[in-house]
């Protein structure tokens, strides 16, 4: 029922900053937590970060720890992803998703989470 749309990616150079939005209609996502998740052809989907469903948790990748932040607006139905300091191995498809019950927010698994949207396109070059 809910549907997620990210947005906000682009061809930037390494150093630069971007913020992807992920918006949901169709559904009440407050009670829910959300991940981030990007990915590139022939490679598996790869945890970037995510977030509990009242925003005072978070859960990072190694590789993004002190340049990417999560954070959510529930009353904009709204995550964000601010991703500074970029570097070329950043390039990905970036997807976000919903917590599927019975699975660990926390645990940086695609599974864990559902109701994938279309992507958004990052492309840094060196």
């Known amino acids: 029922q809910v549907q997620l749309v990210e947005s906000g990616g682009g061809l930037v150079q390494a150093g630069d900053s971007l913020r992807l939005t992920c918006t949901a209609s169709?559904?009440?996502?407050?009670?829910?937590?959300m991940g981030w998740f990007r990915q590139n052809p022939g490679k598996e989907r790869e945890f970037v970060a995510s977030?509990?469903?009242?925003?005072?948790?978070?859960y990072y990748a190694d590789d993004v720890k002190g340049r990417f932040t999560i954070s959510r607006d529930n009353a904009k139905s709204t995550v964000y992803l601010q991703m500074n300091s970029l570097k070329p191995e950043d390039s990905a498809v970036y997807y976000c998703?919903?917590?599927?019950?019975?699975?660990?927010?926390?645990?940086?698994?695609?599974?864990?989470?559902?109701?994938w949207g279309q992507g958004t396109q990052v492309i840094v070059s060196s």
């Open positions: 169709g559904g009440d996502v407050s009670k829910f937590a």
């Open positions: 977030i509990s469903y009242s925003g005072g948790g978070t």
């Open positions: 998703g919903k917590d599927r019950p019975g699975y660990s927010w926390y645990e940086g698994s695609p599974m864990a989470f559902g109701s």
